[in-house]
């Protein structure tokens, strides 16, 4: 290639010199031949890609068509199913409910009913019909004051920040237009959210954005001001998260603007850091006396936390603090291991963190074997998009769905995965004003609640179909999978469950759970 380069260079040389005489129609193409040649000798000579090196000029169409692959393989090669995170089947579906046009499918299934992982419910001869009214649920505990009156479905964690200004304008206002809570994300509570009135679920990370004090430590002042806000509905400690646990953050310094540090009470033009643990606790004991402690400042609004299981022992530990101490969240939300966030490390994305369906079975089976279940919600999030995902989630121990990149598709995401470099084509995860305004906060808020009432609505009737009358009848027993394309199995059959009571009473079954437990401490994860 480098020979037949030179050659090429020699022959636009021959056309210069022959362009004294025929200087015009030659003037063209040495317009697009020097600015070749030009190339050519860069990528010879200066250039540190061994293609390039290799083959000058040419080899630029490599890297052009890997630039474009993620759009090819998504509009030309990807079939219904096999797309990621989101196939194109549930991206559709959540854009045709979101638009509020025809949600049906015709000609039958295209989904290999047989195939390993297939997961269905049976159906009922006699089914019922679910109130509307069982689509909302009771959050908080003995200890709160303040409980809140709670959709099934809710927006999940999403920073100001992480999306543009319009997304959580959208996003908050249909929250408001369903009825259903509007989770902050961990970059504190801005006006943005604040706007249009949603019912807010106020998370607080590891860097206490929004109530910290000059040096990150938390600030009793600066929360109370805010968690006592008649918007703010619920307070979320946010200890892990599935997309990257056990993971810190960094806002580079050139991000911080003059409103983020306003928001986030930190410092502009400096780098913003989220540690991966919190300063406040070392122990689950300590998680505890926290959760106590802003159950207070807010003045008794439900206060929880939100994990991906890692290490079973530490969950359990906080278990055993729950016992030891009296003190309880109201609600623990879990997140898998399958969530997403807009930047994540590839090896925490990819290999740590447990699955939502295997957390969610082990986070309930906890709280039935110390015997508080009854007095602690549990929230499911990641990866949930369908009627049917609620359905399986409830099934498994959950209480209420949170959805957060579903919402996003609702508001015009395309999943294009450039969350990470600021340049979201749809203006949805981006700080970029000229990609952020067109996102339309009247047009696209009402899609947020139409995907809203039409999941709540397939929900309620999937939940009648299968012959219950209420949501909270639903066991692991309902929910079939099929294994190695073998028999299907119920979820009651392919997980391990503790019987009420058993690790209170120290009838702990044999195995990993007897050994977990037996290694959980309150004073230490």
Known sequence: MRLAFYIASI???ALIFLGGIFWWPLFYLLIVALPLVA???YDIFISTSNVLHNYPVLGHLRYMLEFISPEIQQYFIETPQSGRPYNREQRSLIYRRAKGVSDTIPFGTVRDLDGDGAEFAFHSMSPKHVPESFGRIIIGGPQCNQPYNASRLNISAMSFGSLSSNAIEALNKGARRGGFAHNTGEGGLSPYHLKHGGHIIW???????GCRTAAGRFDADAFAECATLNAVKMIEIKLSQGAKPSHGGLLPAKKVSAEIAAIRLIEQGKDCLSPPSHPEFSSPRGLLEFVDRLRSLSGFKPVGFKLCIGVRREFMSICKAMLE??????????DGSEGGTGAAPPEFSNSLGTPINEALVFVHSCLVGIGLRDKICVIASGKIATGFDMVTKLALGADICNVARPMMFA????Q???????????????QNPRRASALDVEAKHVRVANYHEATIRSFLELTGA?????PDKLTSEHIYRRVNDGP???FAELYECIEKNALRDGHVPPGIHALSWAAASADKF
């Open 488 to 490: 299907a199995q119920t």
């Open 11 to 13: 022959f636009v040389l």
């Open 203 to 209: 998370q607080i990370g590891t860097g206490y954005f």
């Open 411 to 414: 508001v015009g995401c395309i």
């Open 466 to 470: 299968m012959g219950m009358d209420d």
């Open 39 to 41: 190339l050519g000798l």
């Open 416 to 430: 294009a995965r450039q969350c990470n470099n600021d340049s979201c084509p749809t203006g949805v995860a981006t």
């Open 325 to 334: 101490t009296g003190i309880l969240p109201d609600f623990i939300t879990v």
